[in-house]
């Protein structure tokens, strides 16, 4: 009987390849153009995005500041108080500081551009349905080495649970793309991470119970995996779980058990953690 929990991210995690992100800041672009509005000074957002991941960081140069060294157009009160975080969560997701995705870049970018969160949160949907429309196989989208497999075997001793913000609408193609279509024993959608996330949480341990016949894993036995703190892990970790954050660009946030910059990592830290025999 599985008595752990591995709750697993989706985009930067186990969907990765940039095109997403740039699709995203294409959009932006459009719209931008529609509203007669300027984008960076030194050009387009997918352009600045792209200078920002040739040189593997989020700390675009187009990114503007105040005199005390805030980027422009993000809330500090909003950012730092959970509680008016948590007021605006039915919203388009507040811009976020300290970045740490492309994602967010994207939509710094734009709200410093004049576009608002709700603008932006469109211009992303538009981004998803743009890539599908044009075909996942002629992006650079793909999954981790292996991670078909690994998660099969995983499953033999832990129940596996993918949590993304990501709409269940036209979700299949990507997990069809990636080749992960039944590499799970539950699938939250739409789960309004930070904010929905202890009820996403608690979901999964639902859900694997009823898999499980009726064990439910206690929190301490809970193993969540993801590349942006506060959304994936935070909640897990407040509840003596275990993180393993992929900080890809190397941003030094949040407190995780362990910190690894890409999958193979993650990888080999999961079949330690559980103890899986790995064929």
Not at 164 to 171: G, I, L, R, V, W
Not at 269 to 278: G, K
Request: hydrophobic share 45%; with cysteine.
């Amino acid at each position: 009987m599985r008595d752990q929990l591995i709750l697993l991210d989706f985009d930067g995690t186990l969907c990765l390849g940039d095109d997403p992100v740039l699709f995203y800041a294409e959009e932006v672009d459009r719209l931008l153009a529609e509203q007669g509005r300027d984008g960076p000074e030194a050009g387009t957002v997918r352009a600045a995005v792209e200078r920002a991941f040739a040189q593997n960081t989020l700390l675009a140069s187009e990114i503007r500041y105040d005199a005390s060294g805030w980027p422009l157009h993000v809330d500090q009160e909003a950012v730092r108080s959970a509680a008016a975080q948590e007021a605006g969560k039915a919203k388009a997701h507040p811009t976020s500081w300290p970045l740490q995705d492309g994602y967010q870049l994207v939509q710094l970018l734009a709200v410093q551009a004049g576009l608002t969160d709700e603008e932006a949160g469109v211009a992303f949907a538009q981004g998803r349905r743009a890539l599908l429309a044009r075909g996942l196989e002629h992006s650079d989208v793909h999954a981790p080495q292996g991670v078909e497999q690994l998660l099969a075997q995983l499953r033999e001793v832990a129940g596996v649970v993918l949590i993304t913000n990501s709409p269940a609408d036209a979700f299949g193609p990507w997990l069809q793309h990636l080749g992960l279509t039944d590499s799970f024993d539950a699938v939250i959608n739409g789960a309004q991470k930070p904010f929905g996330m202890p009820a996403a949480v608690r979901a999964a341990q639902e859900q694997a119970a009823r898999a499980d016949g009726g064990l439910e894993v206690v929190p301490e036995r809970i193993i969540s995996v993801g590349d942006i703190w506060r959304n994936d892990l935070e909640h897990v970790h407040a509840q003596g779980g275990t993180t393993v954050l992929i900080d890809r660009f190397g941003t030094g946030l949040g407190d995780p058990t362990r910190r690894v910059q890409q999958w193979s990592q993650v990888s080999d830290l999961l079949t330690e953690m559980t103890h899986v025999n790995i064929g």
